[in-house]
């Protein structure tokens, strides 16, 4: 563990909520499912989920002038209070799907300000020597710690029922809320500078855009977003139809479980020295290969539970590695100033066709089956890895080790 206060206080932060959220994740997806019996509305919902990327795009330049103390905080409680709504609608009797619908966007419209909030602190409190370990730790802990939270959550709902998974996720972002409120005073400071300027907000807030997605004129960056927003959508069709492939709530638990542990083994794997002095452009290349046929077989062995969260958590286990370096190659190229919103930038481009991913998943379960929409998925990222085997500038991106001796 990096021996820095404010790093362990947000690594801790987020695996409280995380906690939550995989428990809050699993009930709110499969009540909808159990609540309609349709892929369709299952697609909806992550449709609308996965929308908010475009808000997050449009708000990211404000990562670079808050006060992120105070955001990280309030975000918390927000959430909290959020959360209390569905028991309270359900035990009046007044819960719908469309609540759901409508409360599950705006919690994970908050949630992905949260993150590249934090993550952008990271080059201002740590070291250039610490980043792929701290990435790798908050990669499993946003990521990798559903491995664990995710089996029990299955577990939770199958005994206490749904409502308890919205009163624990509640209490974990109070818990969260509290933890950070031990912040030092000092990340309360890091945007306030001549940030603010005179004039017209909106007009600054528009420019701050601009610059923030300038950084993605950086030909190594443009390659290789455009490859990750195909991967998204690829992966949001397939958790669109998690739900029916895997019939019952311990087998989707264990699914979402496996995603899991194969994030959280490869953040860990990422912070291998071996693993620095290999060729990103042959990790990325190779790696999507990997997570394509995969997710092959996972179509194939819907009936072979074990087979199938294997080779489910094998794909995760690639993108928790390739999670790692993207995120500190990025943050290597840009600029500490604009690190927020090109963070900010970064995770709303990515996941910009997400939503009709969602969709297209959702109509592809119903009308076709949820198998078949598990392999058309990954044949969507076989093709990102034919893309970048043939970009040369994700082709010759050199090892994060040497990364430093590129940078012009």
Avoid at 174 to 200: H, M
Avoid at 239 to 264: C, H, Q, R, T, W
Avoid at 273 to 289: A, E, H, N, Q, W
Wanted: proline letters at 3%; glycine letters at 8%.
């Amino acid at each position: 563990m990096i021996k820095n206060k404010d790093f362990n206080l947000l690594f801790s932060a987020r695996l409280i909520t995380n906690f939550g959220d995989s428990l809050y994740a699993i009930a709110s997806t499969l009540l909808v499912y159990k609540m309609t019996g349709s892929t369709v509305y299952s697609g909806i919902t992550l449709f609308l989920t996965s929308s908010t990327a475009v808000i997050q795009l449009l708000l990211s330049p404000i990562l670079d002038k808050i006060n992120m103390k105070k955001f990280l905080i309030s975000t918390q409680f927000i959430q909290a209070g959020l959360l209390l709504i569905l028991p309270l609608l359900f035990y009046y009797k007044r819960l719908s799907v469309y609540h759901i619908m409508v409360i599950m966007p705006i919690i994970t419209l908050i949630n992905q300000l949260v993150y590249p909030g934090q993550i952008s602190l990271l080059p201002k409190i740590l070291s250039e020597d610490e980043l792929i370990t701290a990435n790798s730790l908050m990669t499993m802990a946003y990521q990798g710690s559903n491995a664990i939270f995710d089996t029990l959550a299955g577990f939770v709902i199958s005994i206490f029922g749904f409502m308890t998974a919205f009163y624990a996720d509640s209490l974990s972002f109070v818990v969260a809320g509290v933890l950070f409120c031990l912040l030092s005073k000092k990340l309360s400071e890091f945007n306030r500078k001549e940030n603010i300027e005179k004039g017209n907000l909106i007009k600054n807030h528009f420019k701050d855009l601009k610059e923030g997605l300038l950084m993605f004129k950086d030909s190594r960056i443009f390659a290789l977003v455009i490859g990750v927003v195909f991967i998204n959508f690829s992966a949001t069709s397939i958790s669109a139809v998690l739900p029916a492939f895997a019939k019952d709530e311990i087998f989707y638990s264990l699914m979402l479980a496996g995603m899991g542990l194969g994030v959280l083994v490869g953040s860990l794997v990422a912070g291998l020295p071996k693993l620095k002095d290999i060729s990103l452009g042959k990790l990325y290349v190779y790696g999507m290969l990997v997570v394509a046929f995969s997710w092959l077989g996972v179509s194939f062995f819907g009936s072979n539970i074990k087979i199938a969260i294997s080779l489910y958590a094998l794909g995760w286990f690639v993108v928790g590695v390739v999670n790692v370096y993207a995120q500190t190659m990025v943050q290597m190229i840009v600029p500490s100033q604009r690190i927020g919103s090109t963070m900010g930038a970064m995770v709303g481009i990515s996941t910009f066709m997400a939503p009709i991913g969602a969709l297209l998943g959702g109509f592809l379960g119903e009308y076709l089956s949820s198998p078949k929409a598990i392999l058309i998925g990954s044949l969507i990222i076989l093709l990102v890895a034919i893309y970048w085997a043939f970009n040369k500038n994700i082709r010759k991106l050199p090892a994060i080790n040497n990364f430093n001796d590129v940078l012009s």
